[in-house]
């Protein structure tokens, strides 16, 4: 446990650092818009990149991949029987599904390489090679579904994830590392620096995002649907994961990438596409908070 607590003290700090970075206004709200699309076009594909390309497929953990897709679909099931809940309108479910099926990667990503090092970080990166799709592809027909005046002609998600820079990058990854291809090491090293940026600035970014004024307006609702996401995936993810016969380090891999809060970029969708965008403000808030609790307890009930 102690060593998990390392791993995590770092992350909480830099997120920490962020959010004091934008709260003050020494860095501008402008400047972070420009780091988040930096991380985002160019820094985070490198990191995902070069690790696909360099991970040993041949042992890769199928079922990690496989119990985490199902967890997915089964959290953002739940999320859809909210509809029949009594004061949910269709754009706050919607936005309750996205958050139910959203994870924050450079948190995993983190805490993953902290925890297990070069091992950790291909395994999270494999995680996120499956969960990012899918997780895009139920947001969007989730908030475009239940969207009351959707903005704007309806996106086709699939077009969006093949123009998608982290989907490219995941693409580009296995397919070389299905044709056992070797990076030049002058692409390699170059990647390996600009993924070395990845993990601090969205981290930083991170923390940035997150708008501490929304834990004032967070009800029962967004206290209750936070708790679903964090204790729900994670309980989904292990036990399908268990049931595809994934121990060890994968197993743990899976409960980190499961338990990390909702996406920061929820919010934008959201507001985009129709949903609550102040609910989903009110869930990135309270779950980012909250996970720094939950993460430690559910690693430990999980290596007991």
């Not at 820094?43 to 897709?69: K, M, S």
């Not at 969207?147 to 693409?171: E, Q």
């Amino acid at each position: 446990m102690s060593g998990f607590l390392y791993a995590l003290l770092p992350v909480i700090a830099i997120v920490t650092l962020g959010h004091v970075l934008s709260a003050r206004n020494w860095i501008p709200t402008d400047s972070w818009r420009a780091i988040e699309r930096l991380s985002y076009v160019v820094l985070f594909p490198a990191l995902i990149l070069r690790t696909l390309a360099n991970a040993p497929f041949e042992e890769a953990p199928w079922g990690l991949a496989a119990g985490l897709i199902f967890a997915q679909f089964a959290l953002g099931g739940i999320g859809w029987l909210a509809r029949f809940l009594p004061n949910m309108p269709g754009p706050a479910v919607g936005s309750v599904i996205q958050s139910n099926v959203r994870w924050n990667t450079m948190i995993g990503l983190s805490i993953g390489s902290l925890l297990f090092g070069e091992e950790g970080l291909a395994l999270v990166t494999i995680a996120a090679a499956v969960m990012i799709p899918t997780a895009n592809i139920l947001s969007v027909y989730a908030l475009i579904a239940h969207a009351d005046t959707p903005h704007g002609p309806k996106p086709n998600p699939f077009m969006a994830l093949f123009k998608n820079p982290i989907v490219i990058a995941c693409i580009g990854g296995l397919a070389l590392a299905g044709a056992s291809v070797t990076l030049p090491r002058l692409i390699d090293d170059s990647l390996r620096i600009l993924g070395d940026a990845a993990l601090a600035l969205g981290l930083l970014s991170a923390g940035a995002g997150v708008d501490l004024s929304a834990l004032k307006r967070a009800g029962s609702r967004t206290l209750t649907w936070s708790l679903v996401r964090l204790l729900g995936l994670p309980a989904f993810a292990v036990g399908f994961c268990l049931l595809l016969g994934v121990t060890g380090t994968p197993l743990v891999i899976a409960l980190i990438c499961a338990a990390t809060p909702t996406a920061t970029s929820s919010y934008i969708l959201a507001k985009e596409l129709g949903g609550d965008a102040a609910l989903s403000a009110n869930l990135i808030a309270v779950e980012t908070v909250l996970a720094m609790v939950t993460i430690p307890i559910l690693y430990l009930l999980l290596t007991l």
